[in-house]
């Protein structure tokens, strides 16, 4: 509809160019809010649906990283997969094939592992049985030594009891035996009393010299030093009646020291020594029966 400029009043027109012009911006403005809010619902939408697309490939690695362990389902997953991130009917076949390939690998690698196994256990069995037959030949073998070390043991032991019996018949427990084997004649006896002194002064007692270092009456026990030809020896927690032998000089002469009786302060007792001496140069070892 046209309106007549001629007719309209001049003060009319003013107000209506004024509130044409706030119109247009007001559509401006409008215009500019809407296209802003759809370029950012556009932004935001693209942000979402890269992250969607980042999320999808992120599970699309995941259930190919499980492929391996879990080859029977290897169809049923890229299916899924192709759905979900639109592979090519191609490139579905080709990883099928893959797949199958796959399995064919692990069934032939399960065989391979089969056979060396059973070739395995039929070598440890061989091995097994000649290390079996090895250990029951040196067994016998090492039967027949330790039968013939307890033989041996045994007559050591019946030289030993016979040597102790021996020995024991030779040791004097008091003056009425020590009188029994002066009368053998086999050997000379000295007797003895050695008393126990602060600073353990040497006594002589034939060609030797003993001290007393320590007396135990009651359990009959003593500490003894005896110096032979400038030769010290120090025994402790020796009992009555156990004789100290030491060999003497280079023709070997056996001394024994038999000590019968333990007091608080002293000892008594004898020492034997052979009755043919030589004047060589004497070394003592203090050696037990």
Do not use: C
Not at 35 to 43: E, F
Not at 61 to 88: F, I, M, N, P, W
Not at 176 to 185: I, N, P, V
Not at 248 to 256: A, C, D, N, P
């Amino acid at each position: 509809m046209e309106v007549n400029k001629s007719d309209a009043p001049v003060q009319s027109s003013g107000t209506s160019n004024r509130s044409g012009n706030w119109i247009g911006w007001t559509i401006q403005v409008i215009t500019l809010v809407i296209v802003a809010l759809v370029g950012y619902n556009l932004s935001s939408a693209k942000s979402s649906m890269n992250d969607r697309m980042t999320q999808l490939q992120d599970q699309i690695s995941t259930l190919r990283s499980e492929a391996d362990a879990k080859v029977a389902d290897v169809a049923t997953q890229l299916e899924s997969v192709s759905q979900s991130s639109g592979l090519t009917a191609r490139e579905l076949d080709l990883s099928k094939k893959n797949a199958e390939k796959l399995r064919q690998d692990q069934e032939k690698s399960k065989a391979a592992l089969a056979k060396d196994l059973a070739d395995a256990r039929a070598e440890s069995a061989n091995g097994i049985n000649q290390i079996k037959e090895t250990t029951d030949s040196r067994f016998g073998e090492v039967n027949g030594q330790v039968t013939s070390v307890n033989s041996n043991l045994d007559s050591t032991r019946q030289d030993l009891s016979r040597i102790q019996q021996d020995l024991s018949q030779q040791i004097a427990k008091n003056s009425t035996e020590l009188a029994d084997l002066r009368k053998k004649g086999d050997r000379d006896y000295v007797e003895f009393v050695i008393r126990k002194t602060k600073k353990n002064e040497l006594q002589r007692v034939a060609e030797i010299q003993m001290a007393v270092t320590g007396t135990d009456p009651k359990r009959q026990k003593y500490d003894v030093i005896l110096l032979v030809d400038d030769h010290k020896i120090e025994r402790k927690d020796r009992v009555a009646n156990e004789p100290l032998q030491f060999l003497v000089g280079r023709e070997q002469l056996r001394y024994e020291v038999v000590v019968n009786f333990v007091d608080k302060d002293q000892i008594r007792g004898y020492i034997s020594s052979p009755k043919e001496k030589t004047g060589a140069t004497r070394s003592a070892a203090l050696t037990t029966p």
